[in-house]
Structure formats: C-alpha cells, structure tokens
Antibody, heavy 122, light 109 residues
C-alpha cells in the first residue's frame, strides 16, 4: 500500500523559499504521476503542480513563476520549491499520487500525505 | 482559472439522501470527464470517493454516487449516516491544470 509523508520546515520567512519533500513508500515513484496540493481557510484546496516521474511538470498558472516540482527516482521522493513566499502562502501542504489527464490512469489524487503546515512569518 | 462553485453547506437527517452540486465552465467540467470528489474529515487529509465523474474506488460505499450534466457535476449520498458528516470537494481537470471546488460542509442532523 502506497504511503506518502511530507517533510520540511514549518516556518518560512517572507521572501524566502519554501522547500518540502514527499517520501513515497510501498511503491516505486516510477509508476505514476505525483502532485502537490495546498489548503488554507482563505483559498480552500488549491492544486500547485504535478509531474510524471520522468519529467514534463505542469504548474498552476497562478503560481507558475515561483514554483518547481522535482522527482528523485534514486531516493523515491519528490519535492516542491516555492520562491518569494508571502503570508498568502501559509497553508497545509499535501503531497499526493495522481494528476494525470489520461483516462483510467491516476487522474485523481490518492493517496494523500498527512499534510504539513507551513507558516510564512517573520 | 477560477475555483469550481459548490454550496457552502448542506444538511440531512440519517437515512435521507442529499446532493451536492459543483458548477464549472466549458473549460473544465464541461470539456473533460475528469471530475473527482473528495471527502475530508476534520484534521484529516482528503480521501477520493469518486473519480472519472461516476466511478467509485474499491472500498468506497455504494451509497456514494455521482453524475455530470453540461458544466455541472453532482454528488449524491444516500442513506445518510453520522459518519458521512464531513467536508466534500469536487475537482476537475482544466487544460493542463486542476481546479477544486470551494468545498461543502455536510451536517448530519
């Protein structure tokens, strides 16, 4: 059974870079698409990015200029970097399997990690 | 890319049925059969209950069903149970990106 676990700093200074890692266990990261999603009281659930293990990342247009998703097959994990953060980026960040647009192939998000709260504050 | 529109809240009594709507546009729901629904209990991560408009993952109760018409998707929960009280979110593919609904809080009276 696939399990995902987010890790990274819980507090980030404004204008700095938010960096998170999602460790995948129970399956190879080479089998699927992988996504980052965040949730805040103000914006609800917001999809951030997805990527197939071999490349071709896609980003939320509203975040595209600041975000990077990477997959590390040697460590079976994937990561998120969000630059120039502001208080509006404070949210619970989830990693999840899925994001494909192919019929019958992970075009849903499941499972999700437990989520990690990232607060942007000085 | 605007969020999909859901009612903020719905309620029903045990044993009753409720339906949650999710309205998008011809650029998302109306153009793709890639609508999924998620259930989220307080303090927990969302869990998929419907994918590809109408399909239920293994292990999800058949009390959950869904459909789509034009730019609107709908989730129906029949025979309401106390454990169904949660937040529900729709999600649709939208041309190389994904968009979520604002969420609907279901209260079981």
């Amino acid at each position: 059974q696939v399990q995902l676990q987010e890790s990274g700093p819980g507090l980030v200074q404004p204008s700095e870079t938010l960096s998170l890692t999602c460790n995948v266990s129970g399956d190879s990261i080479r089998t699927s698409y992988w996504s980052w999603i965040r949730q805040s009281p103000e914006k609800g659930l917001e999809w951030i990015a997805y990527m197939y293990y071999s490349g071709n990342p896609k980003y939320n247009p509203s975040l595209e200029s600041r975000v990077t998703i990477l997959v590390d097959t040697s460590k079976n994990h994937f990561s998120l970097k969000l630059n120039s953060v502001t208080t509006a980026d404070t949210a619970v960040y989830y990693c999840a399997r899925g994001g494909s647009s192919w019929s019958g192939y992970y075009n849903w998000f499941d499972p999700w990690g437990q989520g990690t709260l990232v607060t942007v504050s000085s | 890319q605007s969020a999909l529109t859901q009612p903020a809240s719905v309620s029903g009594s045990p044993g009753q049925s409720i339906t949650i709507s999710c309205t998008g546009t011809s650029g998302d729901i109306g153009n793709y059969n890639l609508v999924s629904w998620y259930q989220q209990h307080p303090g927990r991560a969302p869990k998929v209950i419907i994918y590809e408009v109408t399909k239920r993952p293994s292990g999800v109760s058949n009390r959950f069903s869904a459909s789509k018409s034009d730019n609107t998707a709908s989730l129906t929960i029949s025979e309401l149970q106390a454990e169904d009280e949660a937040d529900y979110y729709c999600c649709s593919y939208a041309r190389s990106s994904w968009v979520f609904g604002g969420g609907t809080k279901l209260t079981v009276l």
